[in-house]
């Protein structure tokens, strides 16, 4: 069995720092330290493999109203703002309600293609990788 856990996983959601600047505020998601951000697009009536990573952590950050989120056995409809924290080795799945959303994805961890294990998925891809 490979070990993808390399890199330092923080056991629970880092803290989010806000700072007030005169043209308005900031919120900060990782204050230096090492993650990988994605952009992720869903486009309607799509949505992820139930899936889980041994070697990162995620934090999920909805953009816009209505993504289904699901993390372990809690499945939310998410407002636009919403943060979600996924440890390593917990299914979760993001869905579209029926047109496109977006979430914005910050890992913590090793991120590797290989470390995804597909507990359920759409497209019929492997359960290890890809």
């Excluded at 914005?104 to 507990?119: A, C, P």
Aim: with cysteine.
């Amino acid at each position: 069995m490979t070990n993808f856990a390399t890199k330092p996983i923080p056991d629970e959601k880092p803290e989010i720092v806000w700072t007030h600047r005169p043209w308005g505020q900031q919120k900060q998601y990782a204050y230096n330290q090492e993650c990988t951000v994605t952009y992720i697009v869903v486009e309607a009536d799509h949505r992820l493999s139930l899936q889980s990573h041994s070697g990162r952590a995620e934090l999920w950050i909805a953009l816009d109203d209505g993504a289904i989120i699901q993390v372990g056995d809690q499945i939310t409809a998410a407002k636009a703002g919403d943060e979600f924290w996924i440890p390593p080795n917990t299914k979760h799945r993001l869905s579209s309600p029926g047109y496109r959303i977006r979430v914005l994805e910050v890992g913590f961890g090793n991120w590797k293609q290989e470390d995804i294990t597909r507990y359920e998925d759409d497209y019929n891809r492997p359960v290890k990788g890809e």
